[in-house]
């Protein structure tokens, strides 16, 4: 089997998509029966590739955006003929005569469009449906997203194939010996609520004087754009709180191993993986009460609603309980053993074949 990769989403400082495409590809790189297929991966810049894909890598010019993907891919795809292509970044070329298995990982841009700018939201929306529509079969990570893409898009194939979570090498650091730190760690998007957090913290160092709070992401609110330099200026602890857009694996690893808390107040996710990063690193996540939360953590996390004081006295007991952690944790082996890279590789892998020889 020929297979065709979009990697564009592995270019520059990789966020969700990407990371999600380049676990795939390190288990494929493993995998004897992926590695029996012919890949090649498309993109319009060089990204950082591990060695097995990067001979394997073609660069075709332009910006990466909508018009990259609709002609310039779509022409080399008529070219090259591959028997199928992996779209994992919501849309593909809606013109490719070559059979698609796609990734959606969420509807938010129909389930929430005050969150995009007009051009955008539409932009999102119809290119994801016509793409869709078009795809021998399309992916997505949990069962909330599952009923959201099929109520918004409607795609005739739609199965779930929930992410994974690499534990080896993880070392979280005894409970007792943790840092009073706060982590956020994920690209900013309004529905995330990091401003909300920012806002909150003074309360929090009213309870427990020690704490800080590390925030990590890039800034990608937009309507309107938060500017979070200026929110933690008008804190009383400006200098309790650190802002950065991006961090290497090693500072991200040490984050987590000193970190007591997770807080990710997330409206509207399609998985959420950065709270299972947490788990596995030893950190109790606080999340907002949403139904994909509850399902890809279920008993691993404490729960907060929107609308309440109880994001400052969750945060705070687990800050200054050891037996409140512990009652989060206690939970955390059965809840990332549900998630497997392997496992969700071999089944994207699965998912590829029969989109190459359906129909």
Do not use: K
């Not at 199965?159 to 730190?181: K, Y």
């Not at 998007?189 to 920012?198: E, H, P």
């Not at 606080?286 to 953590?297: F, H, I, K, Q």
């Amino acid at each position: 089997m020929r297979v065709a990769v979009d990697a564009r989403e592995l270019c520059g400082h990789p966020t969700g998509v990407g990371r999600y495409l380049g676990e795939l590809l390190s288990e494929w790189a493993a995998s004897a029966a992926a590695r029996r297929h012919e890949w090649t991966l498309y993109a319009h810049t060089r990204p950082r590739l591990d060695a097995p894909w990067s001979d394997r890598l073609r660069v075709l010019a332009g910006s990466g955006g909508t018009v990259w993907e609709q002609v310039t891919l779509a022409r080399t795809l008529r070219r090259d003929r591959p028997d199928v292509l992996f779209a994992p970044g919501y849309t593909s070329p809606i013109g490719s005569a070559v059979p698609v298995v796609q990734t959606i990982h969420d509807a938010s841009f129909y389930a929430h469009p005050e969150w995009f700018s007009a051009r955008e939201g539409f932009r999102r929306r119809m290119v994801t449906r016509w793409s869709a529509r078009r795809a021998r079969i399309v992916l997505t990570d949990s069962e909330f997203s599952r009923g959201e893409v099929a109520r918004f898009i409607g795609p005739s194939d739609l199965r779930v194939i929930p992410l994974g979570m690499r534990i080896a090498g993880q070392r979280p650091g005894p409970l007792t010996t943790r840092e009073p730190l706060v982590l956020y760690v994920g690209s900013v998007f309004d529905r995330r609520r990091v401003d909300q957090l920012i806002d909150s913290f003074d309360r929090i160092v009213d309870r427990v004087p020690a704490a800080h709070l590390e925030i990590v992401g890039e800034n990608r609110t937009s309507r309107p754009r938060r500017d979070l330099a200026a929110l933690r200026a008008r804190t009383r602890h400006p200098d309790r709180i650190a802002i950065r857009s991006y961090v290497d694996e090693p500072t991200l690893r040490d984050l987590y191993d000193r970190a007591t808390v997770f807080a990710f107040l997330s409206e509207y996710e399609g998985f959420g993986l950065t709270p299972l990063e947490a788990l596995a690193a030893g950190v109790p996540p606080v999340l907002l009460d949403t139904p994909v939360a509850r399902e890809v953590c279920g008993p691993a996390a404490r729960y907060v609603a929107a609308a309440s004081d109880s994001l400052v006295d969750t945060v705070a007991e687990l800050l200054t309980s050891a037996q409140a952690r512990a009652a989060v944790l206690d939970h955390a082996a059965a809840v990332l053993a549900r998630y497997d890279w392997t496992v969700t590789a071999a089944a994207t892998l699965a998912a590829l074949d029969e989109g190459a020889h359906a129909g």
